[in-house]
């Protein structure tokens, strides 16, 4: 399936909507806020005031939209991708779909400003496709990328394997070709949010998710790339050339701060006719904290079948995807769960309740905390680091020690009917 092709299915099914005015780009960041708030479709504007193009967002925004984008359900799609990465398929080739502009300019595309104190424009929906110069596969990966000129990008890549892929190629070549794809397959767009083996190929997962992944060699890097992706941006980082990158309004609702990054010296800009541009919102947006959330989804899926105790598994929106409530069957001993959790690279904190717990309602979680946690040893504090430095991950152990005894259910309201069989 092609960009469009999802983008007509979620229409059809009443899950996107049209801004069809015109309106100011600057305007972008809040309709996407409004529409969360409201039914949470995605949104496709067809035109702006002060900005060429078109430009789609809010596409992936809950882990159902994720699933049947790739012609699965949520309950099934972790399976579905485990296989692909076991058995990848082979991408066809074919035709560009897309044609290059003239002189590069990044201004001739709707890129907006996301949160109030960017440090300007990002693209932040492009799939960045690298060639690994130490075994010749092909890496696919979100990075979020800052307009910092005509042709200049901030390159900032927050995966350790893309980061680590980058870092070899500056060092051993003094240069890496970069292609960015925006509005790509939903495969590739999953692959590109997911873990996959470090010795698979993931344009050949991709292509096992969807066996009519069509690629064609880029013009200016030696790279290939979907041939019926909406942008399609060809570059080169050189060693040594970084530029400030930041701030810029993170998943966990803070900033990150201005630091020097490499910088991609764009190349080529080549567009499919009345392109969309793919923008997917910052900070807590409903679309950021999905596609971060699916390589936890992923890793959290594997240990369900280690821990089959787990009935249930929520990442809240207010987390982003570093905050995971672990419903649990049956009362055991939860800290051999939560070190497992917690041993997958974003999650911060992990929480175990029990069924008569909502997890997405705050009361519940508060009640639960406060009520289920008073024994010595139902707090876990575990040293880790990540690339800003020392953290510590905490796991709380909120299930009832004696799960169904008098003095672990919760307090409902006494039943009554009256003589007429109403109930008042």
């Known amino acids: 399936m092609t960009f469009r092709g999802l983008l007509e299915r979620l229409e059809a099914a009443g899950e996107l909507k049209r801004v069809g005015a015109p309106v100011p780009l600057g305007s972008v960041a809040q309709r996407i806020a409004d529409e969360e708030a409201a039914a949470n479709r ?64 990044l201004g001739h595309l709707p890129i907006p400003v996301h949160s109030a104190e960017d440090a300007g424009p990002y693209l932040t929906a492009g799939v960045v496709i690298l060639e690994d110069p130490a075994t010749g596969l092909t890496n696919l990966s979100y990075v979020r990328l800052q307009v910092q000129g005509r042709d200049r990008l901030g390159f900032n890549a927050a995966t350790p394997h893309t980061a680590a892929i980058a870092a070899r190629a500056l060092e051993g070549q003094g240069r890496l070709e970069v292609a960015v794809a925006i509005g790509v397959p939903p495969a590739m767009a999953l692959v590109a949010a997911a873990t996959t083996d470090e010795g698979r190929d993931d344009l050949g997962v991709a292509a096992a998710l969807d066996p009519q992944l069509t690629l064609v060699g880029c013009d200016s890097v030696a790279l290939q790339a979907p041939a019926e992706a909406e942008i399609l941006i060809q570059g080169e980082i050189r060693a040594g050339e970084t530029a400030l990158e930041g701030p810029f309004g993170e998943s966990m609702g803070t900033y990150t701060a201005p630091v020097l990054r490499p910088v991609i010296r764009v190349r080529q800009v080549a567009l499919r006719p ?51 409530i672990l419903t649990l069957r049956d009362r055991r001993p939860a800290s051999a769960i939560l070190r497992a959790v917690l041993g997958i690279r974003l999650v911060r904190m992990a929480i175990c309740v029990d069924p008569d717990v909502d997890p997405e309602r705050a009361e519940d979680l508060a009640w639960s905390l406060v009520r289920r946690t008073r024994e010595v040893g139902r707090i876990l504090l575990l040293p880790a680091s990540d690339r800003r430095g020392p953290l510590t991950k905490i796991g709380v152990d909120a299930t009832a020690v004696n799960f169904g005894a008098m003095d672990e259910r919760r307090v409902q309201p006494a039943p009554w009917q009256d003589p007429a069989g109403d109930r008042a």
Do not use: C, M
Request: no cysteine; aromatic share 6%.
């Open 274 to 324: 009345d392109a969309i541009l793919h923008s997917v919102a910052g900070g807590q947006s409903a679309e950021h904290i999905t596609l971060l959330g699916v390589k936890v989804h992923q890793e959290l899926a594997t240990l369900q079948a280690t821990f089959p105790e787990i009935v249930r598994v929520t990442l809240p929106r207010v987390g982003g995807a570093r905050l995971v």
């Open 42 to 105: 995605a949104l496709l504007f067809t035109g702006f005031i002060d900005a060429p193009g078109r430009l789609a967002t809010n596409v992936y925004g809950t882990l159902a939209r994720v699933a049947s984008a790739v012609d699965t359900t949520p309950a099934i799609l972790w399976d579905v991708l485990q296989q692909a990465v076991v058995r990848p398929g082979v991408p066809r080739t074919g035709p560009a779909g897309w044609k290059a502009e003239g002189p590069v300019n």
